[in-house]
């Protein structure tokens, strides 16, 4: 894909500009391009390069929430769920959970529970939630120790990394310009709008653009952006935080190892926390922790107790006891979760449950918090708040982004390929065939990646970087660290054959390194 000089690139004014390509941002600029605005997005790094890529590839309704009585809450999720798995049915799809318990009581109370989240899902529902007797239970899952009963329900699974592609392939056709790699250094008012400077961060090219509006959408990230834009009286004073970041750690195990056809939810570990197990592009997810943190770093890395909560449940919830060996690539992602539910003095602010929309200055709104499974209704949010408080008109054009099929999506009724299966061409639903029998295509590079598709993401996904291809364009770096170190130097050749831009490929190595665990790692926990 030609990147065109950022001067010229940013030489038209916007009527939004979204910084932050994650879920929630690519959200609002499919949402913005829909209803005929003039859209702008611009990603400091690449898409969905923080947490939107390091989810534990869920769609759901939040059964936890039913426990804490927010039937609204849930029920929009539900609602939300459906939509996403018909907007990409290639990229979501439906996937039966299984949970496993020690007393008939718990049991009970669990299939209680879950007879109400289907119910509330009403004609959206994906399954029956059902009791498994021993046999059905060894057929899909192991029986896991302890187990006297044991439940079938159903919620849905995605890709988080190529969903959000696909979400900045739709605002592009949808008339967006939308570019990864580009920072936003500096933030001014100026006549009625904003002057933002922005710098992109492979060529150093410097640029300012003019828009009438900006929404900051950079999750765990949000503070420092108002920051830039909000300057306090005294500019060595920080602005009230809205955020706080919380991490969350998964690893990926040999789908051999934890041999699974359906996902495992362990409602209650040691520590009362919820872990799950799922089978994801022919290798196993099990996941998450929780634990709070004062910063924010790029690529955070994993705490000591965190390893040490995850090896001990997965012996003693899933049965398995894993060696550092084992461990095929390890992954941690920072939740951006909303801080307080008041708007800072002087701003505006809409509430959910979930997520946070705060207005601070005319025509610079905040969105925070949220999940991948409500990012269109908060893109929603975000472009309504903007018209009720002036700072846009009302939308030339319906969006119905509801309806909207995503870019790459297949016909209705078209049989997708599980999820649950190894990376393939089908993940790129109807641009497939571009890649099938295009030149490259013999050239295997381990993992179902071909040179024709690394040259592809080049040309038509904003692949620059060997971290681009090998950890968003195709998941080599989430299902097995060390396979994606040796593809490496391959796909960087190829890389700079397509753009003539250094892909960076040291820095990957060294990424993978972070996603690998050493025995020392594992001593002592």
């Known amino acids: 894909m030609t990147r065109p000089e ?42 969905a390069c923080g947490t939107s890529s390091r989810s534990t590839k869920l769609l759901h309704g939040g059964v936890r929430y039913l426990a804490q009585g927010r039937i609204k809450l849930v029920r929009e999720a539900l609602r939300e769920r459906a939509i996403v798995l018909g907007l990409a049915p290639h990229l979501a799809q439906p996937l039966p959970f299984v949970v496993h318990e020690r007393s008939w009581w718990s049991w009970a109370l669990t299939t209680v529970g879950l007879k109400l989240y289907q119910w509330l899902a009403g004609r959206l529902s994906l399954g029956s939630t059902e009791m498994l007797s021993s046999d059905e239970l060894s057929a899909s899952v192991p029986v896991l120790p302890g187990t006297v009963a044991a439940v079938r329900y159903w919620d849905g699974q995605f890709e988080d990394a190529r969903l ?13 310009r939308v570019r990864n790699h580009v920072r936003v250094v500096g933030m001014v008012r100026h006549g009625q709008g904003w002057q933002v400077s922005l710098k992109d961060g492979l060529n150093g090219q410097t640029a300012t653009l003019q828009a009438a509006c900006v929404v900051n959408a950079t999750g765990v990230w949000v503070d420092a952006m108002r920051q830039l834009a909000l300057p306090a009286a005294n500019p060595a004073q920080k602005l ?10 998964h690893w990926v195990v040999d789908r051999a190892l934890l041999p699974l056809q359906e996902a495992v939810l362990v409602p209650r570990t040691s520590d009362g926390r919820v872990l799950f197990a799922v089978p994801w592009l022919g290798a196993t997810v099990i996941g998450t922790t929780d634990t709070p943190r004062n910063d924010a770093p790029l690529e955070p890395r994993p705490m000591a107790e965190e390893l040490a909560f995850l ?55 905040t969105v925070t918090g949220g999940k991948w499974t409500t990012y269109r209704s908060m893109a929603q949010d975000v472009m309504g708040e903007l018209v009720r408080q002036g700072d846009l008109s009302a939308p030339v054009h319906d969006a119905r982004t509801e309806r909207h099929t995503l870019f790459g999506a297949p016909s209705p009724g078209t049989l997708a390929v599980s999820l ?24 295997m590079l381990g993992l179902g990646l071909t040179a024709a598709m690394v040259r592809y993401a080049a040309r038509s996904e904003w692949a620059v970087t060997v971290e681009d291809m090998l950890a968003r364009r195709w998941r080599v770096l989430f299902l097995d660290a060390r396979l ?3 593809m490496a130097p391959r796909v960087a050749e190829l890389l700079e054959q397509e753009t003539g831009i250094d892909p960076a490929l040291p820095a990957f190595l060294a990424l993978c390194q972070q996603y690998q665990l050493s025995p020392s790692d594992l001593a002592g926990t």
């Open 164 to 176: 959000a592609l696909a979400l900045a392939q739709t605002a592009q056709a949808g008339g967006a």
């Open 6 to 47: 950022l001067s010229d690139w940013t030489l038209e004014p916007c009527d939004v500009l979204v910084v932050g390509g994650g879920a929630t941002g690519l959200g609002v600029a499919v949402q913005a391009a829909l209803e005929g605005r003039q859209v702008v997005l611009v990603e400091a790094r690449d898409f």
């Open 484 to 486: 994606a170190a040796q």
């Open 240 to 249: 009230p935080g809205l955020v706080k970041p919380s991490q969350g750690v």
């Open 311 to 365: 090896l001990k449940e997965t012996e003693q919830a899933l049965g398995v006891r894993l060696r550092a060996q084992d461990i095929k690539s390890i992954w941690v992602g920072l939740r951006p979760l909303v801080g307080g539910g008041s708007a800072p003095s002087g701003g505006t602010a809409q509430m959910s449950r979930e997520h946070l929309i705060v207005r601070e200055a005319p025509g610079f709104v």
């Open 420 to 443: 649950m299966d190894t990376p393939g061409l089908h993940l790129l639903g109807t641009q497939a065939d571009q890649v099938k029998n295009a030149p490259g295509s013999e050239e």
